[in-house]
Protein backbone atom coordinates (compact mmCIF):
# COMPACT_ATOMS: atom_id res chain seq x y z
CA UNK A 1 0.00 0.00 0.00
CA UNK A 2 1.55 3.40 -1.16
CA UNK A 3 2.28 5.70 1.89
CA UNK A 4 -0.36 7.95 2.93
CA UNK A 5 -0.66 11.06 5.36
CA UNK A 6 -2.09 8.80 7.85
CA UNK A 7 1.31 6.49 8.24
CA UNK A 8 3.06 10.14 9.05
CA UNK A 9 1.32 10.43 11.38
CA UNK A 10 1.40 6.86 13.35
CA UNK A 11 5.22 7.32 12.84
CA UNK A 12 5.37 10.90 14.19
CA UNK A 13 6.40 12.60 11.12
CA UNK A 14 3.57 15.13 11.15
CA UNK A 15 1.61 16.18 13.64
CA UNK A 16 -1.94 15.55 15.13
CA UNK A 17 -4.01 15.84 17.64
CA UNK A 18 -3.54 12.27 18.94
CA UNK A 19 -6.05 11.09 21.83
CA UNK A 20 -5.97 7.60 22.17
CA UNK A 21 -3.21 4.79 20.94
CA UNK A 22 -2.55 1.27 21.65
CA UNK A 23 -0.50 -1.11 20.07
CA UNK A 24 -2.79 -1.97 17.17
CA UNK A 25 -4.41 1.61 16.53
CA UNK A 26 -4.53 5.43 16.61
CA UNK A 27 -7.14 8.09 16.79
CA UNK A 28 -6.78 11.72 16.72
CA UNK A 29 -9.09 14.62 15.61
CA UNK A 30 -10.26 15.25 12.22
CA UNK A 31 -8.39 18.78 10.81
CA UNK A 32 -11.32 19.55 8.91
CA UNK A 33 -14.16 18.89 11.70
CA UNK A 34 -17.50 18.35 10.44
CA UNK A 35 -19.03 18.65 14.21
CA UNK A 36 -17.88 19.71 17.51
CA UNK A 37 -16.00 16.42 18.10
CA UNK A 38 -14.93 14.99 14.94
CA UNK A 39 -12.00 12.09 15.61
CA UNK A 40 -10.66 9.17 13.25
CA UNK A 41 -9.65 5.51 14.34
CA UNK A 42 -7.30 4.24 12.23
CA UNK A 43 -5.42 0.64 12.28
CA UNK A 44 -1.52 0.42 12.55
CA UNK A 45 -2.20 -2.03 10.26
CA UNK A 46 -2.05 -0.86 6.54
CA UNK A 47 -4.84 -1.17 4.43
CA UNK A 48 -5.95 1.00 1.91
CA UNK A 49 -9.82 0.34 2.71
CA UNK A 50 -12.03 -1.09 4.51
CA UNK A 51 -13.27 -3.62 1.39
CA UNK A 52 -9.48 -4.48 1.40
CA UNK A 53 -10.12 -6.24 4.84
CA UNK A 54 -9.38 -10.20 5.04
CA UNK A 55 -10.85 -12.78 7.46
CA UNK A 56 -7.94 -12.28 9.19
CA UNK A 57 -8.51 -8.55 10.10
CA UNK A 58 -11.70 -9.38 11.96
CA UNK A 59 -10.16 -8.88 15.65
CA UNK A 60 -8.72 -5.97 14.24
CA UNK A 61 -11.54 -4.56 12.87
CA UNK A 62 -13.68 -5.09 16.03
CA UNK A 63 -11.34 -3.34 17.81
CA UNK A 64 -11.60 -0.35 15.84
CA UNK A 65 -15.31 0.10 16.78
CA UNK A 66 -14.51 -0.74 20.64
CA UNK A 67 -11.96 2.09 20.42
CA UNK A 68 -14.43 4.18 18.43
CA UNK A 69 -17.21 3.60 21.41
CA UNK A 70 -14.49 3.69 24.40
CA UNK A 71 -13.16 7.31 23.10
CA UNK A 72 -15.88 8.62 21.94
CA UNK A 73 -17.23 7.86 25.56
CA UNK A 74 -14.03 9.54 27.01
CA UNK A 75 -15.16 12.33 24.86
CA UNK A 76 -18.17 12.84 27.35
CA UNK A 77 -20.51 11.82 23.58
CA UNK A 78 -23.69 9.84 24.76
CA UNK A 79 -24.94 9.73 20.70
CA UNK A 80 -22.45 9.85 18.32
CA UNK A 81 -22.39 8.45 14.65
CA UNK A 82 -19.55 6.49 13.16
CA UNK A 83 -19.01 6.71 9.46
CA UNK A 84 -16.63 4.60 6.94
CA UNK A 85 -15.95 5.94 3.29
CA UNK A 86 -14.85 2.93 1.39
CA UNK A 87 -13.52 3.98 -2.04
CA UNK A 88 -13.61 7.27 -4.14
CA UNK A 89 -17.47 7.13 -4.86
CA UNK A 90 -17.81 7.04 -1.37
CA UNK A 91 -15.82 10.54 -0.56
CA UNK A 92 -12.52 8.28 0.33
CA UNK A 93 -9.60 11.11 0.36
CA UNK A 94 -7.26 9.32 2.38
CA UNK A 95 -6.21 5.58 1.37
CA UNK A 96 -6.04 3.96 5.20
CA UNK A 97 -8.73 2.74 6.52
CA UNK A 98 -10.17 5.44 8.86
CA UNK A 99 -13.78 4.96 11.60
CA UNK A 100 -14.79 8.85 12.00
CA UNK A 101 -16.34 9.10 14.72
CA UNK A 102 -19.23 12.43 14.84
CA UNK A 103 -20.61 13.79 17.52
CA UNK A 104 -21.68 16.93 19.73
CA UNK A 105 -24.54 17.71 17.25
CA UNK A 106 -27.77 15.79 16.12
CA UNK A 107 -27.38 13.88 12.91
CA UNK A 108 -30.34 12.87 10.34
CA UNK A 109 -30.78 9.86 8.73
CA UNK A 110 -30.69 8.94 5.73
CA UNK A 111 -27.21 11.19 5.29
CA UNK A 112 -26.98 12.73 2.07
P1 LIG B 1 -12.20 10.45 4.03
O1 LIG B 1 -12.85 11.46 3.14
O2 LIG B 1 -11.01 9.78 3.38
O3 LIG B 1 -13.17 9.47 4.61
O4 LIG B 1 -11.68 11.26 5.30
C1 LIG B 1 -10.39 11.72 5.45
C2 LIG B 1 -10.41 12.65 6.63
O5 LIG B 1 -9.08 12.91 7.00
C3 LIG B 1 -11.07 14.00 6.33
O6 LIG B 1 -12.15 14.21 7.23
C4 LIG B 1 -9.95 15.01 6.51
O7 LIG B 1 -10.37 16.21 7.09
C5 LIG B 1 -8.98 14.25 7.41
N1 LIG B 1 -7.58 14.62 7.20
C6 LIG B 1 -6.94 14.75 6.01
N2 LIG B 1 -5.65 15.10 6.19
C7 LIG B 1 -5.48 15.17 7.54
C8 LIG B 1 -4.35 15.48 8.36
O8 LIG B 1 -3.24 15.75 7.90
N3 LIG B 1 -4.55 15.46 9.70
C9 LIG B 1 -5.76 15.16 10.26
N4 LIG B 1 -5.83 15.17 11.59
N5 LIG B 1 -6.84 14.85 9.52
C10 LIG B 1 -6.70 14.87 8.18
Given at each position: ?27 FRDINPQA??HFL ?59 HVL ?10
Amino acid sequence: MAETLFSKIIDREIPADIIFEDDQCLAFRDINPQAPTHFLVIPKKPIAKLSDAEEADQALLGHLLLVASQVAKQEGLEDFRLNVNNGAGASQTVFHLHVHVLGGRSFSWPPG
